[in-house]
């Protein structure tokens, strides 16, 4: 059985070298018996009557086609997170292209070439590079020669077949953000960020079009060829020739040229493919041979680059728990359940989620200094193919940011409250006291916990509220799970023996920020009110200097959206603070603003463990305990 495996395994790679020489050999064949091509005397002949202008601007094209490869190269070392400098990775790609375009073979050649020039490198991940880059340069390919055909196509069969193309790319972009990973057969797999799939188009496009521009430099006087016309065939050819596999392309890019430009002379068509494949192919294959031979030319003539402040200081990515209790911010606690992490850009600590789509920081940094955030946050998210964000900062960070060119944009109104000069006596409190009376005369009995969490009851609370208003929502607000819970000041809501509701805080030295707020369906009127009332009594008597009601929705579309939210929190007269968005360019914010409202409302659901009904969890320390606040408040 082994030697049967064995031999099907050898005849299937035999068959992998084979096929690309044969469908050379038959697209030459082809060519020679069906097109009256002069002999390769005539054809040099025709090669020499190329002005010199237009053999600089040819290898002018063939170097700007070179370039944009290199820039497709570091874009998958940044997909693929393999850790190598841009400049190196984008000589790496070069070669490497240009050495398997001239022998064929693309998976193989180009996987030896990359291992070569990158030593540290896997043959593992020399392979993955270049399967990226062939699969992800296809499918760019593919939409190019879907937009060429719907622009100039002949018929309307073809721009069909080229709307179709663009229609399936575009699905494929949303499935992609939507769906950001992939599971096949046990394989996780991980598509390119919207930024990297726009970055690797616009590098396609250069590519293909400089070395289209280079093809129609070469050719001969007189050939009478548009330049709109040829880059079509040529785009359309190229996917071909990539797909044979055949050395060079040779056979099938000359038979396809041929056939998609039926009025051009074939004389002129050929001899301008040789001169092509000299400029083209031949001379950047014999650079990447001297560089294969030499790896250590790949970092002749890059000059070190000068360290920043970052550079010197370092940068480091730290745990959710790592971020002290004595903080600006209580609210940067979500990290904790939203697989955030703390990351130090040298002394500058901020509270970050890094997304498939984006590098966000979340609210202001923890410590350090504002104006230094916004350009290491740029180069981080660059080093990840993903797009810089801020997201919900305040005023003194948005400033900073649209000093450094950000663009910025107000998106919500944070609600804080002085607990030590709050009172609900006036005429502004009125709603609110009613709500407690309501909530008084339906036997509410309300109180912080201080030492056990009644978890299962919880539970059940959190439940109900679930098939009330439908999955939680998450990311930037908490989610129900007993250890998350179990760090945060919750207070309880009971009529007799039965919990109706509760809610919980984000805790930090001189700040609460609300969380999670949940009551049953039918719950008393003012449950929330009272809560809330009293946890604002209790900050108090903490020494809280500063209770956060959390952020609503502040944008021209916001009266449309958790408009009882607002109103709730207007009851207690806060005081309205803005928050802001800010990205380096229009696009990215853009983009960050889909990315974020996808993860609030399709959030990943933590993993529960529901606890037994005798079950019950420590409430966190706070200093102060229930003695103490009795003592004052009779006092």
Known sequence: ?????SRKQTFANLLRVIAPLGIMVACLVTLAGHADLPGLPELITLVRQVPLPNWIGAFGATVLSFWALGRYDAVAHRHLRTNFDAPVARRAGMASIAFSQAVGFGLLSGSFARWRLLSPLSPLQSAQLTAFVGITFMTALSVICGLSL?????????????????????????????????????????????????????????DVGFAGIALWFLLPSGHGIELAALLPAYFLAL???????????????????????????????????????????????????????????????????????????GSDVRPAASQPFDRPQAETGVILQNGGHVMAFGLNQVAMLDTPQISAVLFDPISGRRPEIPDALNRHARARNAAACLYKCSARLAIAA??????????????ILDPSEFSDKG??????????????????????????????????????WTRQHGCARGTTMGQFEPGYVAIQMTFLAWQEERLIGFITFHRAADEWCLDLMRQLPGAPDGTCHA????????????????????????????????????????????????????????????????EMIRLVHRPARPEIEMPQPDMTMRAPHVELDENAVAGKRSA
């Open 1 to 5: 059985m082994t030697s049967r495996t």
């Open 402 to 415: 649209r000093q450094q060119g950000w663009k910025v944009l107000r998106i919500a109104q944070d609600a």
């Open 531 to 594: 809560l809330l009332r009293a946890a604002i009594e209790t900050a108090r008597d903490a020494g809280v200097t500063r209770l956060s009601l959390a952020a609503v929705p502040d944008h021209r579309f916001a009266h449309r959206f958790d408009r009882g939210l607002r109103q709730f929190k207007s009851c207690f007269a806060p005081s309205w603070q803005p928050r802001y968005i800010a990205a380096p360019t229009w696009p990215q914010l853009a983009l960050a603003l889909a």
């Open 239 to 313: 996917g071909l020739a990539i797909i044979s596999s055949s050395p060079g392309g040779a056979g099938p890019l000359e038979l396809a040229m041929l056939a998609l430009l039926p009025g051009a002379e074939p004389a002129a068509l050929v001899a301008g493919l040789l001169a092509f494949r000299l400029v083209y192919y031949a001379i950047p294959a014999a650079l990447a041979g001297a560089l294969l031979l030499w790896p250590s030319l790949m970092r002749q003539g890059l000059a070190a680059e000068p360290e920043d402040e970052e550079d010197l200081l």
């Open 427 to 464: 005429s502004s409190f009125r709603q609110l006291r009613r709500k407690l009376r309501n909530a008084e005369k339906a036997g509410l009995r309300v109180e912080p916990a201080w030492s056990t969490l009644p978890l299962h009851d919880m539970a059940e609370v959190d439940h109900a």
């Open 150 to 206: 719907l622009l100039i196509a002949p018929s309307l069969a073809l721009r069909g077949l080229g709307l179709g193309i663009l229609i399936v790319a575009t699905l494929a972009c949303a499935l992609c953000f939507l769906h950001p990973e992939w599971r096949l057969r046990g394989l996780r797999l991980r598509p390119p960020s919207l930024q990297a799939i726009l970055a690797l188009m616009l590098w396609t496009l250069m």
